[in-house]
Nanobody, 116 residues
């Protein structure tokens, strides 16, 4: 069983930056697709960004040009650099890993709050 632990959330003013980290408990992320999702109150969970084992990335239209996902396989860690944050980015952010067999693992989430 893989455990994912997010960190780096917090309160920031609009226009500010945060970097989220997701550390995996096992040496497994290098072969898997890693992603960041978010869920705002009253809304469905949505994909923010994802990165494949080959390094291909995709982003939600709402964060393109502002957020960057990256991975550091040697540390079993994936990051989400968030710049130019907006109040509408406020949500709980979840780390996700999809294994080569198609199993999905989730972290507990970290709160990001952007004040206007």
């Amino acid at each position: 069983q893989v455990q994912l632990a997010e960190s780096g959330g917090g309160l920031v003013q609009a226009g500010g930056s945060l970097r989220l980290s997701c550390a995996a408990s096992r040496n497994s992320i290098s072969r898997n697709t890693m992603g960041w999702y978010r869920q705002a109150p009253g809304k469905q969970r949505e994909l923010v960004a994802a990165i494949t084992s080959g390094g291909n990335t995709n982003y939600a239209d709402s964060v393109k040009g502002r957020f960057t996902i990256s991975r550091e396989n040697s540390k079993n860690t994936v990051y989400l650099q968030m710049n130019s944050l907006k109040p509408e980015d406020t949500a709980v952010y979840y780390c996700n890993m999809v294994s080569t067999l198609g199993y999905a693992f989730w972290g507990q989430g970290t709160q990001v709050t952007v004040s206007s």
